[in-house]
């Protein structure tokens, strides 16, 4: 079955860097573009990066833009969410989904605070 596991969360200062990252299986990785998500306490759910199956193609939301690098390592049925520069209002967990499939990790805390 389809299995995404999300990986790399803590605790941070602000301006600090942080990486995640989402080991998928149970489904052809190469075949779908990716996306990372987050939701804050008591907020819905946000889209934050999306990249396309190969990797070539990438968007971010303007929260974050400039700031996070979404990538993915097709060999290794991994996907990536380099975050630098974090800011407070970062703080949420985070979520992996592969476009079209609707499954959900377990997701990964992060909280920026001094």
């Known amino acids: 079955q389809v299995q995404l596991v999300e990986s790399g969360g803590g605790l941070v200062q602000p301006g600090g860097s942080l990486r995640l990252s989402c080991a998928a299986s149970?489904?052809?990785?190469?075949?779908?573009?990716m996306r990372w998500y987050r939701q804050a306490p008591g907020k819905e759910r946000e889209l934050v990066a999306s990249?396309?199956?190969?990797?070539?193609?990438?968007t971010y939301g303007d929260s974050v833009k400039g700031r996070f690098t979404i990538s993915r390592d097709n060999a290794k049925n991994t996907l990536y969410l380099q975050m630098n520069s974090l800011k407070p209002e970062d703080t949420a967990v985070y979520y992996c989904k592969a476009h079209t499939l609707n499954y959900w990790g377990q997701g990964t805390q992060v909280t920026v605070s001094s």
């Open positions: 990249i396309n199956s190969a990797g070539s193609i990438t």
């Open positions: 149970g489904f052809i990785f190469t075949n779908f573009g």
